[in-house]
């Protein structure tokens, strides 16, 4: 076949500008001479170019799978196959990602090698849900594919109404921020849900994703059915040596404006010997000061999670931010991570009876408001759960004091845990 590309005047455009064009790594896989695909990536670009000309989008779904799997296939049959009969199909294998997204170069040469004799050589790292995307195969193809993948290590991830494909940040491995073992969790929590995400039964899609501290790198917070952040209970490490480096480095100025007054339960003081002084009570976790000052700061030592429920950009009911149910949980002993899990299952069983179909956590939660979904879940009120404790000016005083007691009762040393809310719990 001629190495000639299809005329697609409307696609060139979109090389031009300082940005790596996704168009010329068609182009390119189009024109790789001798490989099996190049013929379906020319039909490709080809009826993409007819989609830009016409503004209409000629995929259509169909039922492609895997034995067992009720999803991780994205099945794409083209409405204009007679035109571009080699990407009549163009299927994409969602699949999962291993936790923090770290990868040997060893294995990634091997998942190209079986993607090029199988698809099309397209590979998204990653999609938006997580996952792998391996975009672009025919349906005789899916089988030996997923074959070649699972031996290699790999599992399909989740579609539809399911369990999705989970995300974690890169977490303890290289970041010192990290609160918490976020692949031991999001690993022991995907693995207890596989059955959800490969056979999708719940009433709509259900995600997990697990960021190690409050700067949340796995955008768990905005996108999560159940978010776990790393937080921590106890003071922030100060290096008071180090904290005194940067003001001499910097200035008091820089200080005051950079971190002191950016802190945003004013939590943090500069001290007339260029020494800091943090207000560990009014800490609310945010991550700011640490994050400025790297080599002075540090998380706590007692360490554990927050966990919020509900997020998702964007709902029916506008976008919502996950809610705190759980504002300190220790993540250390093998214990509590069982912990994390009860509480997973907990919240997925009650969303299986509760939820109408087609309705995410957060939607489900606003329908039958917050004090009966933590009813339901077995979970306790707490003061910490308030979504904006500083700025909500309407609050219940009536049997305040027993419901104080109640609480003091469940958390003894009580006024020490009102500091304990992570910084994306006070959003
Ligand atoms: Fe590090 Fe926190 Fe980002 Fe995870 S979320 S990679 S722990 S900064
Ligand atoms: Fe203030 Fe955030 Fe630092 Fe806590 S972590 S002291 S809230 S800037």
């Not at 794409?76 to 999962?96: G, Q, W, Y």
């Not at 159940?226 to 937080?231: E, L, P, S, Y």
């Not at 029916?316 to 994390?340: N, R």
Request: charged fraction near 25%; aromatic fraction near 8%; charge should be negative.
């Amino acid at each position: 076949m001629s190495n000639e590309l299809p005329k697609t005047p409307m696609l060139d455009e979109l090389e031009g500008g300082p940005w790596p064009s996704f168009v010329s790594g068609l182009k390119r896989l189009a024109q790789s001479d001798g490989k099996p695909y190049a013929p379906m990536m020319k039909d490709l670009l080809g009826q993409l170019e007819r989609s830009y000309e016409t503004r209409k989008g000629y995929w259509k779904g169909g039922t492609v799978g895997v034995f067992g799997y009720g999803a991780g296939v994205i099945p794409r049959f083209s409405e204009i196959a007679d035109e571009f009969p080699e990407s009549a199909e163009f299927h994409t294998l969602r699949v999962m990602p291993p936790a923090g997204m770290h990868y040997s170069t060893e294995i990634l040469r091997k998942l190209c090698d079986i993607w090029e004799k199988y698809g099309s050589g397209l590979i998204a790292l990653h999609g938006q849900s997580g996952d792998i995307m391996l975009q672009g195969t025919r349906t005789e193809n899916v089988q030996p594919c997923f074959d070649e993948i699972n031996e290699l290590g790999f599992d399909l991830g989740g579609a539809g109404a399911g369990v999705r494909t989970s995300v974690s940040c890169v977490g303890a491995a290289r970041c010192e921020q990290s609160c918490y073992d976020e692949a031991r969790a999001m690993r022991m929590i995907v693995n207890s849900f596989l059955d959800e995400m490969h056979r999708p039964s719940l009433p709509y899609k259900f995600k997990f994703k697990f960021a190690g501290c409050a700067n949340d790198c796995a955008n768990a917070t905005q996108r999560s059915d159940f978010a776990v952040i790393g937080t921590w209970k106890d003071d922030i490490q100060v290096d008071q040596e180090a904290f005194k480096a940067y003001v001499a480095r910097n200035g008091r100025k820089w200080m005051i404006d950079q971190v002191i007054t950016l802190c945003p339960t004013t939590a943090l003081s500069l001290n007339d010997d260029d020494t800091l002084a943090v207000d560990n009570k009014s800490c609310v976790r945010c991550m700011h000061c640490i994050n400025v000052l790297t080599k002075a700061l540090k998380p706590g030592k007692e360490r554990g999670c927050t966990v919020l429920i509900g997020g998702k950009r964007t709902l029916k009911i506008g976008d919502l931010m996950g809610t705190v149910v759980t504002a300190f949980q220790p993540l250390k002993t093998d214990e509590d991570y069982e912990a994390l899990l009860d509480l997973a299952r907990r919240v997925m069983d009650f969303f299986i009876d509760n939820a109408l179909e087609h309705e995410r956590t957060g939607e489900m939660i606003e329908r039958i408001g917050l004090v009966n979904f933590l009813e339901g879940i077995g979970v306790d009120l707490d003061p910490n759960m308030i979504n904006h404790p500083r700025t909500n000016s309407y609050v219940r005083t009536d049997t305040w004091d027993e419901e104080a007691q109640k609480w003091r009762d469940r958390h003894p040393g009580g006024e020490a845990a009102h500091a304990t809310t992570g910084g994306r719990a006070a959003e």
